[in-house]
Nanobody
Framework: QVQLVESGGRSVQAGGSLRLSCAASGRTFSSYAMGWFRQAPGKEREFVARIVWTNGLTIYTDSVKGRFTISRGDANNTVYLQMNSLKPEDTAAYYC???????????????WGQGTQVFVSS
């Protein structure tokens, strides 16, 4: 089994910054890409950002473009989400997810973390 553990979530004022981390551990897993998702209270989970390990290709949802940056650690088992210019509407539980090449073909993710809470006050 692969474990994903997120960290870095906390309360912050609007306009502030946070850096979320996601560390993967467990059995060997050929991860093709890693993604970040978020779920606000009473809302469905939504895609935030994704990075492909091999070429570093990134993609973001429109609402975070220019403010959030997804990046990978040197060991390729860690992914980060740098969040700048935070807004109250960014308040949510943030989850990282790992995607194999097969799962990518199916637009699915294989493993999910437990989430880390971000609260942005106005």
């Amino acid at each position: 089994q692969v474990q994903l553990v997120e960290s870095g979530g906390r309360s912050v004022q609007a306009g502030g910054s946070l850096r979320l981390s996601c560390a993967a551990s467990g059995r060997t897993f050929s991860s093709y890409a890693m993604g970040w998702f978020r779920q606000a209270p009473g809302k469905e989970r939504e895609f935030v950002a994704r990075i492909v390990w091999t070429n570093g290709l990134t993609i973001y949802t429109d609402s975070v473009k220019g403010r959030f940056t997804i990046s990978r650690g040197d060991a390729n088992n860690t992914v980060y989400l740098q969040m700048n210019s935070l807004k109250p509407e960014d308040t949510a539980a943030y989850y990282c997810a790992a995607q194999s090449r097969l799962a990518a073909f199916r637009q699915e993710y294989d493993y999910w973390g437990q989430g880390t809470q971000v609260f942005v006050s106005s």
